[in-house]
């Protein structure tokens, strides 16, 4: 009978907050962006994300909208910058054991390292594969994506003649992280595709977005997006379709590419 209420505590505390955080989006909605970058936004995406995935009706779809404005990001030769919705921010690079806000030359291993840190946090601000995430699909099911951000560089950089950066895979598999307290490489917390029904590998087709971007050219724009199979109900319902998640990078015609995007919700 303890446990039985310990439960029940713990449910209307969740709803609670469910319920306080969705009257908030729907107030003040992209107004919260306003006044914070980076990090903050990520959060309040990802609060957002969380929010519409409780509260959804008996026909899948949710009064909470989601608030997730692209990220801009632009590479310079001596700092990387942010930009969302009108506010700027430089980006903080690991340089041997500090974090710079400048660096004498742009190389490999910066470009690398930020475009990683794109794919973690866009990952984890939508939910990370364990949300109930977007409305649901049409009857053969959706793909539904989420654009986290673009990414490119600045005209000094591209009419310096710089080559290629190479290896964006080689850094994936080699650079730990501790999203959840265990260290593991970025490359194995983003490259397995997460389903409501537990964890499944990326099918080759989507393994190769991350094998056309393994050099990063300057004079292309790329672009780091959550993407989403959405079942529709009756998928899931008489045939036991998950729904699936992924987070991707590509050149920018990429989500425009045929069966990638049905929706882009941003």
Not at 34 to 56: E, H, M, P, V, Y
Not at 109 to 118: F, K, L
Request: with cysteine; aromatic share 10%; charged share 30%.
């Amino acid at each position: 009978m303890k446990h039985q209420k310990r439960a029940e505590g713990r449910t209307l505390v969740i709803m609670i907050i469910v319920i306080a955080s969705a009257m908030v989006l729907i107030l003040f909605g992209g107004k919260l962006y306003a006044a914070i970058t980076g990090g903050a936004s990520d959060n309040a995406c990802r609060l957002s994300i969380f929010a519409q995935s409780k509260l959804k009706g008996f026909t899948g779809k949710s009064p909470v909208s989601i608030e997730c404005p692209r990220k801009e990001i632009i590479f310079y030769k001596d700092h990387v910058e942010e930009h969302i919705e009108g506010k700027s921010n430089n980006i903080k690079i690991k340089i041997g054991e500090k974090l710079e806000k400048k660096f004498k030359e742009l190389d490999d291993v910066i470009v690398n390292q930020v475009i990683a840190e794109e794919l973690r946090r866009c990952w984890y601000k939508t939910g990370e594969g364990e949300l109930d995430a977007f409305d649901e699909g049409g009857l053969l099911g959706t793909e539904t994506c989420l654009l986290c951000s673009t990414i490119e560089f600045d005209d000094e950089v591209i009419n310096a003649g710089t080559v290629p950066f190479p290896d964006l895979m080689i850094y994936l598999e080699n650079n730990k992280i501790s999203p959840k307290g265990e260290e593991i490489s970025y490359l194995d917390y983003l490259s397995k595709a997460k389903t409501t029904r537990g964890l499944m590998w990326i099918p080759i087709e989507y393994k190769t977005f991350y094998e056309e971007v393994d050099k990063i050219e300057p004079g292309k724009k790329y672009v780091v997006f959550m993407k989403s199979f959405k079942t529709s109900q009756f998928q899931e319902k008489i045939f036991q379709f998950p729904d699936t998640y992924w987070v991707l990078v590509g050149p920018e015609e990429l989500i425009a590419r045929k069966g990638v995007c049905d929706i882009l919700l941003n």
